[in-house]
């Protein structure tokens, strides 16, 4: 295996990036855009050719005046600077060199740049090789003469020669490609394909049990783990085991709580799932919310520990629109899947009027707005009618979370109202008879890391919707409606329709193939090697490449700090909010 280092990226700049920390070859390197599943489909099989347009030759400088001894002109006769121009043009012209150039990676774009470094090489340079100033002579005096002493075409050694320096990447290309196959990740995970798993999919509405029957095998095993998208499910888990005498961790990515006073690791761990071990054996692992396994930014964690868990039996809980896409995830390890059904446990009514004034609100009401500032708008006017509400948004901590649905749930509270964002779609038990939706449009990040602004999915309606009528609370039925009347006709059709099958499983490059990367391009900032990797990467029809915008900027961030590479790779998979200034510094900390 051959070492090259990376040529420099060019792309535009994207908002959000932080300056590189790096040395000066570090700095060079440009971002690549973020990944989607349509540019990073490589599903028929076939190699992708690379975009050129992506990289700017290395620089190389001219041979200055005392550099060293011109040992061609002493065996020769010095050049003629213009003879070598007209003949340099000839070259550049030829049919036959374009052609040989292309069958050695140098499409039209790479050859023209090579040309252009290679050229002003030459005629910059106070002395060249002895051996291209020989054929430069041998050329030009025989230019024009019948027996030619030289022809252009015997220039070719010497400007590949020069278009692999300034663009080193040709000479390991072959590698990089086969480093950044995604097209089969079932074999990244030898242990887990080393024994035979059960897997068994919990299928189910929100409020249907599906979880709890999952987490009672987990509670009975010998050895478990449990994976969520939020650390207050992991929290949650970790509370119910340790209450319940079955010693649990708590790990995520900004903490590590024992179970045991001595530190020692205990057999259950609750985790949010980009923390999850695939080395270690368990008896039973838990995979909660697996429709997420199509999210843009985190599927992949949710693909990694399905793929990569190794537990003899794997409980996967989520919407049975992803029964289709785990059964033939599992179909290529040559694992079964074994599909439990949950129909809802109390019945959930969409009201025929809308709320129309926060005059009408009545206790266990929950307004749900998808801004920040609806959220303080809300709340203000509903304090200006002199009624108490909880407040819930995502970027909260934890803590106050749990303190504010605390409050709403407590019937002696005076507090009956709650204020949210879509965070009350999992991860909070709360005792609430009717939601109401502020609005219905959400604002989003697309594939391209785009934001943009439209109409909630029915899978989020219904996960946001599930949360009213929770079984065994005080009320016995949930009811849905909207703040404006013109909204709940769209929020009815939107309840109305079969939520859309998950198609596709996030991927991301593995560390073990980061640190391949690494090995031949071992300049390169962790940053740029998953740029690269990216850019090269192959996925067949059922994965697609996640959006590597929050990866990146962990690895920026932490760029000027001294890590092994791995360590690195692991603290920019933790599951932080990049716009949580405290968070990014609690990290650096």
């Not at 995970?189 to 919990?202: E, G, T």
């Not at 926060?358 to 707005?369: A, E, R, S, T, W």
Request: a negative charge; glycine letters at 6%; charged letters at 25%.
């Amino acid at each position: 295996m051959r070492r090259c280092a990376w040529p420099l990226l060019r792309l535009p700049a994207r908002a959000g990036l932080v300056p590189r920390h790096g040395g000066a070859a570090a700095a060079r390197l440009r971002p690549v855009a973020a990944a989607s599943s349509s540019s990073s489909a490589g599903g028929d099989g076939s190699s992708r050719a690379p975009d050129t347009s992506l990289f700017v030759p290395v620089p190389l400088k001219p041979v200055g005046d005392a550099a060293e001894e011109d040992v061609g002109a002493e065996l020769t006769r010095p050049l003629d600077k213009g003879e070598v121009l007209k003949n340099l043009n000839k070259f550049y012209k030829r049919k036959e060199i374009q052609r040989l150039g292309a069958e050695n990676g140098l499409d039209a774009r790479l050859f023209h740049q090579a040309f252009i470094s290679f050229r002003k090489y030459i005629m910059e340079s106070s002395s060249v090789s002895a051996d291209l100033h020989i054929i430069l002579n041998d050329i030009c005096c025989g230019a024009g003469k019948v027996c030619l002493l030289g022809h252009v075409d015997d220039l070719f050694p010497f400007f590949l020669r020069h278009a692999k320096q300034i663009f080193p990447m040709l000479d390991c290309m072959d590698d990089l490609r086969k480093i950044s196959d995604l097209r089969l990740p079932p074999n990244w995970y030898p242990d887990a394909r080393a024994i035979q798993r059960k897997i068994i999919f919990h299928a189910g509405p929100t409020n249907s049990g599906k979880t709890y029957h999952a987490i009672q095998r987990f509670l009975s095993a010998k050895s478990g783990i449990y994976c969520g998208p939020l650390k207050l499910l992991a929290h949650e888990i970790f509370q119910k085991s340790n209450d319940a005498n079955v010693p649990c961790d708590l790990v995520t990515g900004e903490e590590r709580v024992y179970a045991n006073e001595d530190a020692r690791q205990a057999p259950h761990i609750a985790c949010t799932i980009e923390m999850c071990s695939t080395n270690t054996p368990y008896e039973v692992a838990v995979i909660d919310e697996i429709q997420m396994i199509r999210d843009p930014a985190r599927g992949w964690a949710w693909t990694r520990a399905l793929l990569g868990l190794c537990a003899e039996e794997i409980h996967v809980c989520g919407e049975a629109a992803a029964i289709d896409l785990v059964t033939e995830l599992m179909y290529t390890t040559g694992e079964e899947v074994e599909v439990r059904n949950y129909k809802r446990l109390t019945p959930l009514t969409v009201l025929d009027d809308a709320l129309e004034s926060l005059d009408n609100l009545q206790p266990g009401d929950c307004i749900v707005c998808f801004s920040k500032n609806d959220i303080y708008s809300v709340s203000r006017q509903i304090e200006a009618r002199g009624l108490e509400c909880a407040v819930i948004y995502g970027s909260l901590p934890p803590g106050t979370k749990l303190e504010q649905a605390k409050k709403f749930n407590d019937p002696d509270d005076p507090c009956k109202i709650l204020v949210a964002t879509d965070a009350i779609g999992m991860g909070l038990n709360l005792c609430i008879k009717r939601i109401i939706f502020n609005s219905i449009v959400k604002p989003t990040i697309n594939e391209k890391g785009e934001k943009e602004i439209d109409s909630i999915t029915t899978s989020q309606a219904l996960q946001i919707a599930g949360r009213a009528g929770r079984y065994g609370s005080s009320f016995k039925q949930g009811e849905v409606t909207t703040m404006h009347r013109d909204d709940l006709v769209q929020l009815k059709e939107i309840l109305s329709e079969p939520v859309r099958p998950v198609k596709a499983a996030g991927l991301h490059p593995t560390p073990e193939q980061i640190e391949m990367f690494a090995y031949h391009l071992p300049d390169a900032t962790l940053s740029n090697l998953i740029d690269i990797f990216v850019s090269l990467s192959q996925v067949d029809g059922l994965y697609f490449v996640c959006n590597i915008d929050d990866f990146k900027f962990l690895a920026d961030m932490i760029q000027h700090i001294p890590l092994n590479l791995r360590s690195r790779y692991v603290f920019c998979t933790a599951p932080l909010n990049r716009k949580e200034p405290f968070v990014c510094t609690t990290l650096l900390k």
